[in-house]
């Protein structure tokens, strides 16, 4: 079955100065009550209006393997 996530995140005035003045980064990480195994982390920075959709937008999978 596939999942699907959704997050909803509040930001404060002051968490929109630090996106501004250079970024910021909200991690998920799994715990008991979560349904999920994987560390999810969430970059968000200030772009131009013109900026191209490659510095807009990235995705990242790092599969990490267990050495036995």
Request: overall charge negative.
């Amino acid at each position: 079955m596939e999942k699907q996530y959704n997050i909803t995140i509040g930001l404060s005035e002051s968490d929109f100065a630090d996106i501004k003045e250079g970024g910021i980064k909200l991690h998920f990480l799994p715990n008991e009550s979560t349904d999920y195994n994987e560390k999810i982390t969430i970059s968000m920075k200030s772009v131009e209006e013109d900026s191209p959709m490659s510095e807009c937008m990235n995705l990242s999978v790092d599969k990490a393997e267990a050495l036995l």
